[in-house]
């Protein structure tokens, strides 16, 4: 996770260190290093732009110049604007309101929809919650068949759905089974396309529209970097989320969709994906990212 951008910043930090005063040029200097350290981590191009002018704003402005370790005060300034970057503080689901409440998981195919939905009832249910899980994707027979398998892993009940059925119908009737039955966190997995695809989109929406959906978590592949900021852009315009879900972490060495997709869409990644275990899902915490990429 970030290893990349870790190395990179790392010699540029070291450099800036081994000054004992600083002059506007070194920090000039060591900014240039950073935007291009960001740029190859494929960090969006104007979330770049504007965080290079912030932090040296900053770094200029604080009197970093006439400070004792002028190095260091760089360093933390560059922290904190990652912190800011990646979303200050790490964001709960927001489980309070009408039980059951319900998490919509939504994102392209192969995104990790399904192993996120195991991995996030397994989660709930070892924090006392009483979740359900429910396959939407009617297109693929075996996705149904996956969260069922996957259910089962994690001991959490699967709402038993079929493909002659609407996503509409199968979210409407779960959150009915599901008040019956007193599970009180319902998640359900949607259909995914390769592509951003109009129908998905309004079947998605029509979900939204007939169930009350406390959190839509919008699934993505860290690997996949600007590719998944840009759908995550796309889902949150038609659809509203409320936080993002990045899955493949543990893989991705450059980091880019992680550390622009709060930037660009305005919603904090909540969890991320680090394994295909079930286990393999955390928290996201902005301040132990940072002070990860900061080595
Ligand atoms: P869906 O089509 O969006 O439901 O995607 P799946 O849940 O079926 O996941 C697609 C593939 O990605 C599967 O092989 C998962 O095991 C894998 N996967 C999901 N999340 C992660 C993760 O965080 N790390 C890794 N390495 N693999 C993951």
Redesign the pocket.
């Known amino acids: 996770m970030f290893e990349n951008l870790t190395d990179r910043l790392e010699s540029t930090f070291k450099k800036l260190r081994g000054h004992g005063r600083l002059t506007e040029e070194n920090i000039q200097e060591a900014m240039g290093e950073v935007r291009t350290a960001l740029l190859e981590a494929d960090v969006n191009f104007g979330v770049v732009k504007e965080f290079i002018a912030s932090v040296t704003e900053k770094a200029i402005g604080r009197e970093v110049l006439t400070s004792l370790s002028p190095g260091q005060q760089v360093v933390k300034v560059v922290h904190d604007e990652l912190v800011e970057l990646l979303g200050s503080q790490a964001e709960p689901l927001k489980l309070d309101g009408r039980q059951p409440v319900v998490i919509m998981l939504a994102?392209?195919?192969?995104?990790?929809?399904?192993?996120?939905?195991a991995?996030l009832a397994k989660q709930l249910k070892e924090k006392g919650r009483a979740p359900f899980l429910v396959p939407a994707?009617v297109y693929r027979p075996a996705?149904i068949e996956?969260l069922h398998v996957l259910g089962e892993q994690v001991g959490v009940p699967v709402y038993a759905s079929t493909t002659e059925q609407k996503p509409v119908d199968i979210a409407r009737q779960a959150v009915a089974e599901a008040r019956t039955g007193h599970y009180d966190t319902v998640i359900i997995?949607t259909a995914?396309r390769l592509h951003v695809d109009e129908a998905l989109m309004a079947e998605l929406q029509e979900i939204s529209r007939t169930v009350p959906l406390a959190e839509v978590l919008f699934?993505a592949?860290a690997m996949t970097g600007q590719d998944a900021v840009t759908v995550a852009d796309k889902f949150n315009t038609d659809l509203e989320i409320t936080g993002v879900v990045l899955?493949?972490?543990?893989?991705d060495a450059r980091g880019g969709a992680a550390l622009s997709v709060k930037k660009v869409t305005g919603k904090p990644i909540k969890f991320?994906?680090?394994?295909?275990s079930v286990e393999?899902?955390e928290v996201f915490h902005p301040d132990r990212a940072a002070s990860r990429i900061l080595g």
């Open positions: 994102g392209l195919q192969g995104s990790g929809k399904t192993t996120t939905a991995k994707d996705a996956q997995d995914g699934v592949d899955t493949k972490m543990e893989g991320v994906g680090v394994g295909e393999a899902l």
